[in-house]
């Protein structure tokens, strides 16, 4: 952990588009908390306040975040501007929109022009679970406390596996 992050206790930005974003984006919050990662939340938009967002991405790299987990719905713009403000990694979760089923956040995360990147993750609740399961391995090569607890995690998802009445023994 770095000085910044042990000052503040943040490792990992969270950020959504709009609060209708939580309900997505909470199984993130929930892995980081169990795994340990130190986090903090906040709803910023690109298109609503886009002041917000670039002095966001100045408060991340002055606080020295391991990363960001953006998660936007529809034109989700918001992970390729943060991008853009800040040279701290920017993991894009796509958003399920109602109009195209999180088909156009996606692509609008994913096909950033070279220069700027967005770590691009699956649409809706599995996109921001693995983003979160993505920024704790990233710690894990330097965060022992946070290497336990992912390998046990991952253990006991296997565990859970080899416990199904289902699973034949083979
Ligand atoms: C995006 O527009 C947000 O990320 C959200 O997914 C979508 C709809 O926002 P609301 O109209 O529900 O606030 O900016």
Redesign the pocket.
Known sequence: MSEEQQKTGVQVGVV??????YETMQGALELLARLGVGYEVRVL?A?RTPGLLASYGARAERLNFACIIA????A?H?PGMLAAFTRVPVLGVP?Q?RALSGQDSLLSMVQMPAGVPVATFAIGAAGAKNAALFAAAVLATTDEAVRTRLDAFRAAQTQAVLDDPFFDGQ
Request: no cysteine.
């Open positions: 959504m588009g709009s609060r209708s974003d938009s298109h998660g936007a719905g529809g989700a918001l958003v929109s």
